[in-house]
């Protein structure tokens, strides 16, 4: 082969390599991208059912049970306006707590309750979970105040 | 008094960063040796001064001068002498002042390991470290100055974030920083290169050992890192593709894509302005890391509370330093192209085949780091990409990197032909399909992944041994003692990185197939059975560490009636800031560990426990090590130390003159 059609070669077998790369990469972005939704969106309906989504803000006062077998939790995520119930199976995190900001991800069930498969809470004291601090602004920017 | 005398300090060393930065470059391009030997003394004064102004920081620590503010948010009299001194580091300004030390460290070593460079050359180099000292120095000074005084001084300290209370944290941020910041000498030398137009088999071969050990602690302090993250969050999750772990790895990724890279620009002369480029992209991934993980962009253990000044200098730093340096590299590239031509089938091709794969999975990191926090910036919305992605993109990414890692080194140089080396290899690649197929089902878990997995791992070792095999062969009629000192040691260091691949993907691959967890509520005297183990909860004790208060539980491991271990899962809480932490124990085997962590009591004074059976998990740990191990060997190849003897004569006659 003169140089100059192996130098072809290479760049053409290079972009191919990397037409491959790039068409895996969206491909895998596509499928596993996790959207985040404030509790009021997901009360108005506007969160995909079927698929994982992570909603966040405060872990409502007084609304932490434990199932009898111990290791399933439910508790309620709010945004001051829109609560949703969650139930959880699995070791919570050191910090998760009444009153304090978390971040949830999993999917939402038929009956309006999310199933959740992963608990976030801040790792230090006076850190709070952007995503959830995010969903409380947004609630109080609607100037929702009252509490369904 | 102290803290005021590390704050002037750390000026002193700033002003002579700046001579460092400018008088070299100047001396280089107008060819003044008396300007040129200015680097040299401002590098080492500089180091003086930022190694005192860390002195001075570390003894408010040690003291517990609370009048220091950062010293107040970060230490506690009662917290542990070695833990106020890790301390030092184990917050924003502190990590920052490490940052500066470690590059004036880099700077300094090499001031006194490359004396047999040209000194042109040397004043560039300095130059350029010079820079980026201002940068951070300027950074530490303006924004995050650690000595800010706190007055009136508090009577006690926040204490450290429990999490890093903890001897993987001693030793995870210097390693770390010494890769991150190793790779702007590599950068330095990229730079020096397109500013002299010079880059040759010599300038490689400079290059090489310094690119080389900062990519050794680069990979022994994620592997430490990731080590810490397994036994201390609790969850016996290894790796988690956190942003942070993230934006240690894409460095590590180009930096490896740099080092064979740098192989091929040593022995053939080619691939020189993408050598290059690997230099700056490896630096400015640096760069980005930290970025990402002081700026307080992204939700992770390494986001400390933070103030938005700090992120926008840090990317003001970022722009200019990948601004300057393509620029520099679109001006002066073309001047370095040519090199040693290569046939279709040749290592140079293998080589670049992997360049271009290790380049590509680290583009998709990127985007999937950075993807979410671009979305947040433009307000689209939050997402955020978790492991699935990642792995998604990986395997099929990594899969023909292996395949192609073993095969290259059964190649020539410049020119080979395919089919003698295909039939060397065949019986290796079919045996080991068989094997990766055959194991999966011995050990009940045959899926794509598990067969693809073992399979690699075969290849990686079967290939490994044929190469072994092969070199000592090269050499027939001498004794096997000195065949096997025949064989230099940078040839050992490839042969035990890759091997290190091999053992390494048998730990992921097994610990991701067969490891198995259970949640469960336990009473004293109660029984768990997990993977064929036993557990046997013997109740919780109160205990008290010197700044925290534990519950700390007691559980007998047994196997088929055979005790195996007693484990003391703790649940602490820190006095200082009333912060909750989970410490779990775990029984260390080489063929699995088990790992017991410690939840919440429940009402009823029963325990939630957690327990983990992690298959094969040291392997893990063994491959990055010998991986490490592997770049000590390449670095200490005595072509290397040759090339400093062959130029000691005149070095000693420069002194005795």
Request: hydrophobic share 50%; aromatic share 12%; net charge positive.
């Amino acid at each position: 082969m003169k140089p100059r059609s192996k130098r072809l070669v290479l760049v053409g077998v290079g972009v191919a390599l990397l037409v491959g790369a790039v068409a895996l990469v969206l491909n895998a972005f596509q499928q596993n991208l996790v959207f985040f939704h404030t509790p009021t969106e997901v009360a108005a309906g506007k969160a995909p059912t079927g698929r994982t989504f992570r909603i966040g803000g405060l872990v409502e006062v007084g609304s932490v049970q434990r199932e009898p077998d111990g290791v399933t939790v439910r508790f309620a995520v709010t945004d001051t306006a829109k609560t949703i119930p969650v139930s959880y199976q699995g070791t919570l995190p050191d910090l998760f707590k009444e009153g304090k900001g978390a971040v949830v991800q999993g999917r939402l069930e038929a009956d309006g309750t999310f199933r959740a498969s992963e608990v976030l809470a801040k790792h230090d004291e006076n850190y709070m979970p952007p995503e959830a601090a995010h969903a409380v602004e947004q609630a109080h920017k609607a100037g929702a105040t009252v509490k369904p | 008094m102290i803290p005021e005398l590390g704050h002037f300090s750390l000026v002193l060393a700033f002003v002579l960063s700046l001579v460092q930065a400018v008088v070299p470059l100047v001396g280089a391009s107008r060819n003044r040796a008396a300007l040129m030997a200015v680097g040299r003394p401002a590098a080492q004064g500089q180091f003086f001064f930022v190694a005192f102004s860390f002195a001075c920081l570390t003894w408010a620590f040690i003291t517990s001068d609370f009048s220091v503010e950062y010293v107040a948010l970060h230490s506690n009299t009662a917290t542990p002498l070695y833990y106020r001194i890790t301390g030092v580091w184990g917050s924003h300004e502190g990590s920052l002042l490490l940052w500066a030390l470690v590059l004036a460290l880099w700077t300094v070593a090499v001031t006194v390991f490359s004396r047999h460079l040209p000194d042109v050359f040397l004043a560039r180099v300095l130059g350029v470290l010079g820079c980026i000292s201002v940068g951070f120095l300027a950074f530490l000074l303006v924004t995050s100055n650690p000595f800010e005084r706190l007055l009136p001084g508090a009577p006690e300290g926040r204490d450290l974030n429990p999490l890093l209370q903890d001897p993987g944290m001693i030793i995870h941020p210097p390693l770390l920083y010494m890769g991150y910041v190793g790779f702007s000498v590599a950068f330095a030398f990229a730079i020096a290169a397109l500013l002299s137009g010079r880059m040759d088999a010599a300038w490689a071969r400079w290059s090489r050992p310094w690119t080389t050990v900062a990519w050794v602690f680069l990979t022994a302090g994620i592997t430490v890192g990731s080590g810490w993250a397994y036994y201390e969050l609790g969850w016996g999750g290894w790796w988690f593709w956190d942003p942070v772990e993230n934006a240690s790895f894409m460095p590590w990724l180009l930096g490896t894509a740099l080092i064979h890279s740098l192989a091929v620009t040593e022995k053939r002369g080619a691939f020189r302005s993408w050598t290059v480029l690997l230099a700056i992209g490896a630096f400015s991934l640096s760069l980005l890391g930290t970025f990402l993980v002081r700026s307080g962009v992204i939700t992770s253990v390494h986001a400390f509370a933070t103030d938005p000044k700090r992120g926008l200098f840090i990317l003001f730093l970022l722009v200019v330093v990948i601004g300057v340096s393509l620029l520099l590299y679109a001006w002066r590239a073309p001047r370095l192209s040519g090199g040693g031509s290569f046939a279709f089938v040749s290592r140079e091709t293998a080589l670049l085949g992997n360049n271009v794969l290790l380049s590509v999975a680290s583009a998709s990191v990127l985007l999937g780091t950075l993807y979410p926090l671009f979305l947040d910036a433009l307000g689209m919305g939050k997402i955020s990409v978790g492991p699935p992605y990642f792995e998604a993109v990986f395997v099929p990414l990594m899969t023909p990197v292996v395949v192609l890692m073993m095969f290259g080194p059964f190649l020539r140089w410049k020119g080979d032909t395919l089919g003698p080396v295909l039939r060397r290899v065949a019986p290796a690649f079919v045996a080991s399909i068989a094997i990766g197929v055959g194991a999966a089902f011995a050990i009940g878990h045959a899926t794509p992944r598990t067969m693809l997995g073992l399979a690699l791992a075969a290849w990686v070792v079967l290939a490994s041994a044929q190469q072994l095999v092969a070199r000592l062969g090269e050499r027939p009629g001498a004794a096997s003692a000195a065949r096997l000192r025949g064989i230099p040691s940078a040839w050992w260091g490839m042969w035990l990185a890759h091997l290190g691949i091999g053992i390494f993907i048998i730990g992921v691959t097994l610990v991701g197939s067969l490891n198995q967890s259970l949640d469960v509520k336990m009473r004293e005297g109660q029984r768990a059975e997990l993977a064929g183990y036993s557990f046997v909860f013997r109740g919780v004790q109160d205990a008290a560490g010197p700044n925290f208060d534990a519950s700390r539980a007691t559980l007998d491991v047994s196997r088929s009636g055979v005790a195996i271990a007693t484990l003391h899962p703790e649940k602490r809480l820190y006095r200082a800031q009333g912060m909750p932490m989970t410490e779990a124990d775990l029984d260390i085997g080489p063929f699995r560990d088990v790992y017991v962590s410690l939840g919440e009591q429940l009402p009823d004074g029963s325990w939630i426990v957690s327990l983990y059976y992690k298959p094969f998990i040291s392997w893990i740990w063994l491959g990055c090590a010998l991986m490490a191990l592997g770049g000590i060997f390449a670095a200490s190849d005595r072509r290397y130390r040759k090339l400093a003897e062959r130029s000691a004569p005149a070095a000693a006659a420069r002194q005795a003159a």
